[in-house]
Nanobody, 114 residues
């Protein structure tokens, strides 16, 4: 079992920055893939950024603005979000896959508005 807890969501003005954090606990040594998804109002959940092995993948709409990172202890994953736009408004969910089982955090809300 793996537990994921996100933090860092907030209200921010367009052009601003936020850093989301996700703390993993439990059987962390079984974790392979880690990443972030988001679900905007009236939209389906979508991939934002993911780390698998030594590679990272970003959805096109955040490429160059968002950066995913992970600590060496594999207990934390971060999402640095710069140049935020109103369309980035969403609930952001931490995700991991551990030995074929998907785990999700409870979500943290990001609102980009003036």
């Amino acid at each position: 079992q793996v537990q994921l807890v996100e933090s860092g969501g907030d209200l921010v003005q367009p052009g601003g920055s936020l850093r989301l954090s996700c703390a993993a606990s439990g059987n962390i040594f079984s974790i392979g893939v880690m990443g972030w998804y988001r679900q905007g109002p009236g939209k389906q959940r979508e991939l934002v950024a993911i780390m698998s092995g030594g590679s990272t993948t970003y959805t096109d709409s955040v490429q160059g603005r968002f950066t995913i990172s992970r600590d060496n202890g594999k207990t934390m994953v971060y999402l640095q979000m710069n140049s935020l736009k109103p369309e980035d408004t969403a609930d952001y969910y931490c995700y991991c896959n551990a030995r074929g089982t998907a785990y999700w955090g409870q979500g943290t809300r990001v609102t980009v508005s003036s």
